[in-house]
């Protein structure tokens, strides 16, 4: 199993699975990613949290925490 957590800079993931429980996941579904979409990452701060992310079109920037309930293919 690999998490959005560990996928490298420049990187094209498939979003394969959304882990967590209630408010969390549904922060995540409303950011607009659900299974089956598409993430590029963009870049990682210096001290490597927030992880920016391209996802449908827009940048988000992602807690390292939250990409972790987030599993990818």
């Known amino acids: ?5 560990e996928a490298k800079v420049g990187q094209t993931v498939t979003v394969k ?3 967590g429980e209630g ?3 549904r922060r995540i579904m409303d950011m ?5 979409t598409e ?4 870049k ?3 001290l490597g949290d ?10 988000l ?6 990409a972790e309930n987030i599993e990818t293919a």
């Open 1 to 5: 199993m690999s998490t959005l957590k």
């Open 61 to 66: 920037s992602l807690r390292k925490a939250d």
């Open 32 to 36: 607009g990613i659900t299974k089956g």
């Open 23 to 25: 408010a969390v996941k």
């Open 39 to 42: 993430v590029y990452i963009r």
């Open 50 to 59: 927030p992880i920016e992310i391209t996802v449908r079109g827009y940048e």
């Open 17 to 19: 699975k959304l882990c």
């Open 44 to 46: 990682v701060a210096p």
